[in-house]
């Protein structure tokens, strides 16, 4: 696959699982993805090895990401173009069955969902989202002395101190 190919739900034939139990998110990134962001967004990721865990792939405005090994979908984002240029997510939803996605915080889905398409999906560095995250999942676990490297790669596929593995533009080499 080359990198202008653009990742799609048939790729994946019946292992991608639609949300069971879409709650609209009540948080949202802020932030104005640019026109050159939005094109690599709307090309998605494709996992190239079984430590990535994410599929993300575009439908119109919605972008969709799901778990790789599982195939759950977590979210769904609705992207809108902005006055001047870019766009933002106006609008997403995440999965809220217990059995697919344990997540109940507000502030961790919105950073979840922000990184994994700053990080895993454009290739940025994204350290505050990173720590932000490893914060949050500190937080919830109870465990302050949790190993940053551990949660970004139970949760992204990535260490604390480097993105995902070497892509093409951003996306996966297949």
């Not at 933002?88 to 979840?112: M, P």
């Not at 593995?165 to 080499?173: H, I, K, V």
Request: glycine share 8%; net charge negative; hydrophobic share 40%.
């Amino acid at each position: 696959m080359s990198a202008d190919e653009r990742v799609t739900r048939s790729q994946f034939s019946s292992r991608l699982r639609p949300l069971s139990a879409p709650q609209p998110m009540a948080r949202l990134p802020r932030r104005i993805w640019s026109d050159e962001d939005w094109q690599q967004i709307q090309r998605g990721y494709l996992p190239r090895e079984m430590n990535e865990k994410w599929i993300v792939f575009a439908e119109e405005e919605v972008v969709l990401l799901h778990r790789s090994w599982t195939g759950h979908g977590l979210f769904a984002a609705t992207f809108a173009p902005v006055d001047g240029g870019g766009r933002r997510i106006a609008g997403a939803v995440v999965e809220r069955d217990t059995e697919r996605y344990e997540g109940t915080d507000d502030a961790y889905d919105c950073i979840l969902l922000e990184l994994v398409l700053a990080a895993i999906v454009l290739g940025e560095p994204a350290p505050e989202l990173r720590s932000e995250l490893v914060e949050l999942t500190r937080r919830k676990a109870g465990s302050a002395d949790a190993p940053a490297d551990l949660i970004l790669h139970s949760l992204l596929g990535v260490r604390n101190d480097a993105g995902p593995a070497p892509t093409e533009g951003g996306r996966a080499r297949v």
